[in-house]
């Protein structure tokens, strides 16, 4: 006896008529036509059935802390760094996990189950810290959370972020951050980048910076990035988030760096619904769109997922941790608009995300946790187009969260027995 069989699924790579199969909280067959019996069934009637959605960029320290103490008024990366240093005097870990968990409960409706979230270690007490180990833990039945120490301040311009950073990495934080944009000078970036890229080594952790989050050409920490990251024998173990300096870069200058981060196996994240609101903010005329070379970047067989970032915070007034929302402006802003290039938007919020996190177990195959969420909606494209209903959410082999099927789309074509709710275009 199964512990759940799903009927007629889609899967992202277009099969359709799947049945999966869980036993042990993990994927036990999948295939067609699957006859053993189940004690729970889920008739997924050609619905998509789509490994959990995967944010790789997150801040869920500062999450749903909008309006605290101020609003963003110039709507600046760095109007959003001063509020958030405005309000780390006030924070209490109890306050910080009460807006963590109401965010994880917002992130599991949406079927987001795996979330890397930085961490800000730039406040003596680590209270911050502190909280999300605590959220980590008690989440832990029902989403993957990995944590990055983060010195939003400055791994060099901060004075204690270096004892600060190893104390977190002492209390359980998985991967070790960086900013190096924000220290004072080019050189001291490329020295902080060096320094913290040798503290993952020695400690066999993995590494993902905030690097080049500016619209400043000469911003180029990524090379130094993707140098410490071969000088170390790191690859594959590192993440560039942002990257928006790479926009305004010379094109010459891009063409040389593209095959020195492929050389160095660098996965590249973006966060198209951050980056499009906060970048070009100096710029009159044309103004400037800020987010990554995304589609470059894969040309290149780079990693390229996409993240969340923030919702409601001073950075961002908006979200609910939808990723079909972030991979709709992502394909939006890097006109990435054909076909084959939307497939690669909903795999940016889903298994290269997983790879970024570096995510075991993780998709729809024999051995694989039974995580996957039902979509109304009949493939990846059409959940692009429709930002459709997660009708079922499922956690080794358990469903977490339900919402209903919406009534009021318009099926062309299918008999009214098939359960076609969406348009079936593609
Ligand atoms: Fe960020």
């Known amino acids: 006896m199964l512990d759940m069989l799903v009927r007629n699924a889609t899967l992202p790579d277009g099969r359709k008529g799947i049945d999966i199969a869980v036993e042990n909280g993990k994927i036990s067959a999948i295939g067609e036509s699957i006859q053993t019996p189940a004690k729970q069934q889920i008739d997924a009637a050609g619905c998509l059935v789509t490994p959990p959605f995967v944010d790789s960029h997150f801040h869920m320290d500062s999450a749903l802390s909008l309006g605290q103490p101020r609003l963003n008024q110039s709507g600046t990366l760095l109007e959003g760094i001063q509020i958030w240093g405005e309000l780390k005097p006030d924070l209490t870990v109890e306050a910080i996990k009460q807006r963590a968990l109401q965010m994880c409960r917002w992130s599991i409706a949406r079927g987001t189950l795996c979330i890397r979230s ?15 180990l605590e959220v980590r833990e008690e989440m832990k039945p029902y989403l993957d959370l990995q944590l990055v120490a983060f010195p939003q301040d400055g791994f060099l311009r901060y004075g204690r972020s270096r004892e600060n950073l190893l ?3 002492d209390m359980g934080v998985d991967v070790v951050g960086g900013i190096p944009h924000f220290e004072r000078t080019m050189d001291e970036g490329a020295s902080a980048v060096r320094q913290l890229c040798e503290i993952a080594e020695q400690r066999g952790l993995q590494v993902d910076m905030h690097c080049d989050e500016s619209d400043d050409p000469h911003s180029r920490h990524i090379e130094t990035l993707a140098f ?3 000088r170390l024998g790191l690859q594959g173990r590192v993440t560039g988030s942002h990257l928006t300096s790479m926009h305004s870069m010379d094109n010459y200058y891009v063409s040389k760096l593209l095959p020195l981060m492929r050389e160095a196996g660098l996965h590249v994240v973006a966060n198209p619904l951050i980056n499009i609101t906060l970048q070009g903010r100096h710029d009159s005329y044309p103004k400037r769109r800020g987010m990554t070379r995304v589609p470059e970047l894969i040309q290149a067989g780079i990693n390229v ?4 970032d923030c919702v409601m915070d001073p950075w961002y007034s908006l979200g609910s ?4 929302e972030v991979a709709n402006m992502g394909l939006h802003v890097a006109q990435m608009t054909g076909l084959e290039q939307m497939r690669q938007a909903f795999a940016a919020v889903t298994e290269n995300g997983a790879r970024v996190l570096g995510l075991e177990g993780y998709g729809l195959d024999v ?4 995580d996957f969420v039902v979509l109304q909606a009949q493939s990846p494209v059409e959940a692009l187009q429709l930002k459709p209903n997660r009708l079922f959410v499922v956690r080794r082999g358990q469903v977490i969260a339900r919402t209903p099927a919406q009534e009021n789309f318009v099926s062309l074509g299918a008999g009214e027995e098939s359960l076609s709710f969406s348009t079936g275009r593609f």
């Open 118 to 132: 930085h961490v800000d270690i730039c406040d003596d007490r680590l209270l911050a810290v502190q909280a999300l």
């Open 167 to 169: 104390r977190a990495l």
């Open 228 to 230: 410490e990251t071969q």
């Open 305 to 308: 997922a996409f993240g969340h």
């Open 321 to 324: 941790h939808d990723m079909l």
């Open 367 to 370: 051995g694989c946790h039974a």
